[in-house]
């Protein structure tokens, strides 16, 4: 299952956990707050104390936002949440339980909370549990199977009082983007219903690997990502990602023989906050697609709009070469 980012990881082997055979038959992703603070190390720092404290605890991911790290198995259990170890995977986040949600939704946790949401989606197809939120009283009963919190595993199971990742954690951002990754490993876009509507770019076969950019405007702060699928709209491979917080352009070539590229699609998401305090912020992202500098029938692809909060944006492009 080498398409599963969860492999890539870097693994820090935590001290306390339980060996199970796989596939463990795991029906729950349980998210925490790590309580510690919103930093760049915060992942790395709890990984190396799961790895050589006394004390029984684990948790399978850690997460802040440059990086996730791996401290026991998928299919091993941890010690995170009593009543839903062996059943759940677990995910540790930067931050406090104390946090507000706009505190949750600040550029550090935007960033952080899309690495959890990827890992999440992966953990979603992997384990075939619905991106949704489970109440306490479908926790309660072991035929449902979805997300839910440390806290909601204390209040159902009461076999802890810890109350993570706390009542401002940003749920229905956080689900909104584990769907959307979701959506994006599994949907098969040529048989979608929205094939009508699908837009295409037109390449020329001798004009040489197309360019790809993305221009986010209003001098917003951006995460994006680029992903080729192939003609059928399945197995997508990342082409390009980064940051960007000024209205510079970032460029990726995609690589290989335009002929290759006939049919095949095209996708980004862009993540995009405020970068300042201006009254009525909006936002712009634009994607040109080029052949030998010039831009190509079809593009650029532009979409703009009031940024009244966090944005998630996500769209696609069929390429025909001819
Ligand atoms: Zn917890």
Redesign the pocket.
Same mark, same amino acid.
């Given at each position: 299952m080498s398409t599963f980012d969860l492999d890539a990881f870097p693994f820090v082997k935590a001290r306390h956990f339980r060996a199970s055979a796989p596939p463990r038959a795991v029906r729950l992703i349980v998210i *925490?707050s790590m309580e510690a603070p919103e930093k760049g190390e915060t992942a790395e720092n709890v990984a190396h104390f799961f790895a050589t404290t006394d004390r029984e605890a684990s948790a399978h991911l850690c997460v802040d936002s440059d990086s996730t790290v791996r401290c026991v198995a998928d299919d091993d259990v941890a010690f @995170? @949440?009593p009543g839903a170890n062996a059943d759940g995977v677990h995910l540790e986040l930067a931050g406090f339980a104390r946090q507000t949600e706009p505190e949750w939704l600040d550029a550090f946790g935007v960033l952080m909370l899309e690495r959890a949401a990827v890992a999440a989606a992966d953990y979603c197809i992997k384990y075939r549990i619905p991106a949704r939120r489970l109440s306490n009283a479908e926790l309660a009963d072991k035929a449902n199977r979805g997300i839910v919190s *440390?806290a909601q595993v204390s209040q159902v199971f009461k076999k802890s009082d *810890?109350t993570?990742p706390g009542e401002g954690f940003p749920w229905a951002f956080f689900l909104d983007r584990v769907s959307r990754h979701v959506q994006a490993q599994q949907t098969t876009l040529s048989r979608s219903s929205t094939m009508a509507t699908i837009k295409s770019v037109k390449l020329k076969a001798a004009d040489g690997p197309p360019s790809v950019e993305i221009e986010i405007g209003h001098a917003q702060f951006g995460k994006y990502e680029f992903s080729l699928f192939d003609t059928d709209g399945r197995n997508p491979v990342v082409v390009g990602s980064g940051l960007t917080h000024d209205a510079l352009p970032d460029n990726f070539q995609v690589d290989g023989n335009p002929a290759t590229l006939n049919g095949r699609f095209l996708s980004w998401s862009a993540n995009i906050i405020a970068a300042g305090n201006e009254p009525n912020p909006q936002f712009s992202v634009a994607v040109h697609v080029r052949q030998r500098g010039a831009e190509v029938t079809g593009s650029p692809i532009t979409k703009q709009g009031p940024l009244t909060g966090p944005r998630a944006e996500f769209d696609f492009v069929k390429l025909e070469v001819s």
């Open positions: *925490h @995170a @949440a *440390h *810890h993570d």
